[in-house]
């Protein structure tokens, strides 16, 4: 949290409590959040933090590249800290985000970068479907499940 504080400060921005708050609730719950949900959870503990500033703090870590947008459902940008690189497969339906590296993936898009010359700086991979259990929830029905904004 120390060097997440100075980090901040570095970059000339103020360190308040509040902003200590959705920092903690975002590294502690070890789940993708958007900012509805990291709010909710917050005034769940009694802890207070308006959602303009939840907003605005995942707005600014996320260009300080101390978080990421990792991926959008239902409209809403869902969060987690910069961490190992891996990928996600990502439920329309439940909004469940499964993380996965697969070595071989990886050695495609370096090969892949190779042939064309390209030097990729970052890259993010997201399958959008339905995880097992939504599957077998949802299987028969022929109409469209989730949203895929």
């Not at 101390?66 to 940008?77: D, H, L, S, Y």
């Not at 370096?110 to 299987?139: V, Y």
């Amino acid at each position: 949290m120390e060097q997440l504080r100075d980090e901040w400060r570095r970059r000339g921005m103020r360190w308040t409590p509040e902003r200590e708050r959705i920092v903690r609730e975002l590294v502690s719950s070890q789940i993708h959040l958007d900012a509805d949900q990291l709010t909710a959870r917050l005034q769940r503990k009694g802890l207070r933090a308006s959602k303009a500033t939840v907003y605005r703090t995942l707005s600014r870590l996320a260009r300080a590249g101390i978080i990421q947008e990792v991926f959008r459902c239902g409209g809403k940008a869902r969060y987690e800290f910069t961490q190992k690189h891996h990928d996600h497969l990502l439920c329309v339906a439940c909004g469940r985000a499964i993380e996965f590296n697969d070595a071989g993936i990886e050695k495609r898009q370096e090969a892949i970068c190779r042939k064309h010359g390209f030097q990729a700086l970052e890259h993010r991979m997201s399958i959008k479907g339905l995880c097992r259990a939504c599957r077998l929830k949802h299987s028969g029905r022929k109409k469209n499940i989730g949203n895929f904004n």
